[in-house]
């Protein structure tokens, strides 16, 4: 069974930098796609970033795009999120997230696993 733990999550001044990790145990990391996906107070969960099973490709969401950077180690079994120049509108718990499928998504219905979330706080 497939289990997500995320560390890296803080306290940061807008502008600021963070880099989230996610543990992934199992034996099929590499067949697995990951995602990243957020959620902020008394908003729905939104995705942020998705890259496949080989690391090959990745998908990202627009408020992502040019800033965040995902990426995987699929020897060590895990899944990282860079996060430069942070805003203030970047505040939200991240969470990890696999899916039984090669191929990168943007739709949290497809995943499957889940890790418990890392809060992020960016101060301006």
């Known amino acids: 069974q497939v289990q997500l733990v995320e560390s890296g999550g803080g306290l940061v001044h807008a502008g600021g930098s963070l880099r989230l990790s996610c543990v992934v145990s199992?034996?099929?990391?590499?067949?697995?796609?990951m995602g990243w996906f957020r959620q902020a107070p008394g908003k729905e969960r939104e995705f942020v970033a998705s890259i496949n099973g080989d690391g090959s490709t990745t998908l990202y969401a627009d408020s992502a795009t040019g800033r965040f950077t995902i990426s995987r180690d699929n020897a060590k079994n895990t899944v990282a999120l860079q996060m430069n120049t942070l805003k203030p509108e970047d505040t939200a718990v991240y969470y990890c997230?696999?899916?039984?499928?090669?191929?990168?998504?943007?739709?949290?219905?497809?995943?499957?696993?889940w890790g418990q979330g890392t809060q992020v706080t960016v101060s301006s």
């Open positions: 997230a696999g899916r039984e499928g090669f191929f990168v998504s943007r739709h949290n219905v497809l995943y499957a696993v």
């Open positions: 199992g034996r099929t990391f590499g067949s697995y796609a």
